[in-house]
């Protein structure tokens, strides 16, 4: 464990300027980044009595080998460059709030040519409108259900969209008046967009003018003695109110706003917001996190002002920055984000503590709902968090660790009879799954089935980019951004194998687990321990030893080691299936005259695999762009006589 004051800059040799900091532990990764009005006053707290600092805080600094400064000229870029610097390295000591589950959004598809309205999860994307997030899915489902009366816009999937428009009938909604149906030319596409910009407008909160707009064509209509449409209009009037009944008015002046408050004991900290738009309560989102130092609440309000906007884009602010924000305290420079914000959102933005009235009282209703979470989240976590700590340390004790494998890589080998063979890496970091580093090999070097060679060749090209990554940043020593980084700073993408695993599985016995130490070994790697977890006995294989270790089967570091290996077996088996479904499409296809492999990617891509393609009609397959009768009817005639082999058949590495 280092000291401190190994590392500990002399004295004066810290500015006391504006600027933002990087500790380093001894493989050069970032662990944690701050910024600080002074840096020397700072940074020298970190380098007082261990027990004095938080838990946290002195785990750091005992990991930490280094620390490192940038001198800013104002306080906004501080902001700027600390949530940029804790984006690209991730740093494991900085505080993460973590969604506490995963909130549906109603999303429109703005970019499509007929934009689609549907209810999603998880990150957005470019080019989609999105209103929330919600805490329950059924409730936006329930109303774009009533509203579709009053905008008809498509909400169907894609495939349904062509499918209809291939036949040349619409679905039951463009029966029952709520989808206009633009699939079979009902309207243009400039009509259709019409619609769902009202649609958008009225979502933003924009309501008055459309029930004003309605109700005065409901009176039109009956002075003109027009009755049906009267009535007709006067149902979505009805349904336009409906749809407003179920988002209260919580401020009655009608403002935008985001409503902050937290819940906090020595550990952890829960985040609850309400997005309030339009006076109306437009969405609910919560978060969760370690307390990673002893600050007081005006700090985790910082933390969380930085993550939750700092990194919203130019084109969304608009819609994600309110005019108002409202915190349980004022973070310690609330002068220095209220400018971060306004320039952001391009209007002032300011942040205050609602002192009495509704946001007063709105505001508690947040704070009980933060309580509420917090609670839930512990009594979720106890268990889970306890369960993977014990499983970590159960492994570090079998294998003669020198510490718990954090971050735990497996390989696996997939192909059928010596083709198109494959392997697969997942990632998994304290315990848990990180599907963003999981990572696919195609098999280059060799023919057959050897999957001890194939297993050799993929640890071979991944610990060959690591040694890439690693002498890439030794060629500048004297550069800030030296070390591991996720993101390349000249590239700005993210680096696939830029962190050395705590332990190495692979799926196999002893050859397979001689091949991947083999491997390394022959890169000058020794600090990374390899091992083999063989499915007959579910034994563990380490390299050099005779005699497997036998972990007791009601482990949890064998049911660890299990799920790893196991996903590294499904991650292998879909990338596998996956490229043997495209060579059967080429390898049957190659005969057929005129079809060139443009139109065998339409194809592909048209009916989505290979099975629903053997069993289209001929019509249907004319029916694909570019594809005529007489090429459709080859292509059935190459597809009726070429044998599918079952998915179930693909193989792979097995234990000895």
Known sequence: MPDPLSYRPKAGEIPTEPGVYRFRDKSRRVIYVGKAKNLRARLSSYFQDIGNL???????????????????????????????????????????????????????????????????????????????????????????????????????????????????????????????????????????????????????????????????????????????????????????????????????????????????????????????????????????ADRTDDGDTSALVEDFLLQLYAGVSPEDAKDAVPREILVPELPPESATFEQLLSDLRGSRVEIRVPQRGDKKTLQETVERNAKESLILHKTKRASDLTTRNRALAEIAEALELDEAPLRIECYDVSHIQGTEIVASMVVFEDGLARKGEYRRFVIRDQEGSDDVAAMHEVITRRFRRLLDEQARSELRPGDETSGPLLVDPDTGRPRKFAYAPGLVVVDGGAPQVAAAQRALDELGIDDIPVCGLAKRLEEVWLPGQEDPVILARSSESLYLLQRVRDEAHRFAITHHRNRRSKSMVESLLDDVPGLGEVRRKTLLRHFGSLRKLRVATTEEIAMVPGIGPRTAAAIKEALDGGDVVPPTTASTTMAP
């Open 54 to 288: 938080h838990q946290r805080t002195a785990s750091m600094v005992t990991t930490a080998t280094s620390v490192e400064w940038t001198v800013v000229t104002t306080e906004v870029e501080a902001l700027q460059l600390e949530y940029s610097w804790i984006k690209e390295f991730d740093p494991r000591f900085n505080v993460k709030y973590r969604d506490d589950k995963s909130y549906p959004w109603l999303a429109v598809t703005m970019s499509d040519e007929f934009p689609r309205v549907m209810v999603g999860r998880g990150a957005k994307r470019k080019g989609t409108r999105y209103f929330g997030p919600y805490g329950h899915a059924w409730a936006i489902r329930e109303t774009v259900d009533i509203l579709l009366r009053v905008f008809p816009m498509r909400s169907c999937s894609n495939g349904v969209f062509k499918r209809s428009g291939q036949i040349g009938r619409p679905c039951l909604l463009g029966y029952i008046d709520k989808c206009a149906a633009p699939c079979v030319g009902n309207v243009s596409a400039d009509e259709h967009r019409a619609i769902v910009e009202d649609f958008c407008d009225f979502m933003a909160g924009r309501t008055k003018q459309f029930t004003k707009r309605i109700e005065n064509e409901m009176y039109a209509a009956s002075e003109a003695l027009d009755f049906e449409k009267a009535a007709r209009l006067r149902d979505d009037l009805g349904a336009m109110q409906k749809a407003l009944e179920k988002q209260s008015v919580v401020f009655g002046d009608g403002s935008d706003a985001d409503v902050i408050a937290l819940a906090e004991d020595p550990l952890e900290v829960a985040v609850q917001v309400f997005y309030v738009r339009g006076g109306r309560i437009r969405g609910q989102r919560g978060w969760v």
